[in-house]
């Protein structure tokens, strides 16, 4: 347990959230329920994950629109993911798994570090509070996001930089129009270039509308 300590650099208060997030249903089982398996836990870590990456994303990707964050966030805390984020921490082995998944190679199925991670962050998270789960997580999906492919295009982060390189000239979005109903409303932006419209665009939000503009903008610069 020290050396996991370590290796997560967290040192718990209460081993007992520990020891929970480390037990396998199936180890709980072969021991008739004096061990409780880290089911619940999974539960939990995996609320604590979805806030900590939401917010992360969004602060990360301010122009980004929603569904292109939904896509970014299922694809960066997928199973694929977080198995791989156990394995770096060697979670694998200090999990307490029955006979039948050791034998069977349980300590390395991507389905049970996936879930073994995602209660070491409720662990965490009830024995240190949120800042020091989001700590712990953020130590993973900061390195990832960077190594991740990202098929969105930010076009108003790349005009604002070609549009930089003249000190004098000036970017701004207006929003120009809206129709539809409260539930399914569209958008419709101009951007300008100092005072001429240089681009337009339409959205189901303001932003998904601008990119739309800047996109457009682009297009007509020939980038």
């Not at 190594?147 to 070609?162: A, G, M, N, P």
């Not at 101009?190 to 959205?203: A, P, Q, T, W, Y």
């Amino acid at each position: 347990m020290k050396t996991l300590e370590q290796r997560i650099g967290y040192s718990f208060r209460n081993r007992e959230y520990l020891n929970e997030a480390l037990t396998h249903s199936s180890f709980a089982n072969e021991r008739h329920s004096k061990f409780r398996s880290n089911e619940r836990m999974e539960f939990l870590g995996d609320a604590v994950l979805s806030i900590v990456s939401a917010q992360f994303l969004y602060k990360k990707y301010p122009d980004m629109p929603e569904g292109e964050l939904s896509k970014l966030r299922s694809s960066l805390v997928c199973t694929e993911s977080l198995s791989s984020f156990a394995r770096q921490i060697n979670l694998g082995n200090d999990l307490f798994l029955g006979k039948g998944e050791i034998n069977t190679g349980g300590a390395d199925r991507p389905s049970i570090l996936e879930n073994a991670f995602e209660a070491l962050i409720a662990a965490i998270y009830l024995d240190g509070g949120f800042e020091q789960a989001q700590r712990f997580i953020l130590s993973f999906l900061g390195p990832a996001l960077d190594t991740h492919h990202i098929s969105f295009k930010d076009y108003k982060t790349t005009l604002q930089e070609v549009v930089q390189q003249n000190p004098d000239e000036n970017v701004n979005y207006v929003l120009v129009g809206e129709s539809g109903p409260d539930h399914n409303k569209v958008f419709e932006v101009e951007v300008h270039l100092n005072s001429n419209v240089i681009g337009r665009g339409k959205g189901k939000s303001k932003k998904s509308a601008e990119q739309e503009a800047a996109k457009e903008a682009l297009k007509l610069m020939g980038l």
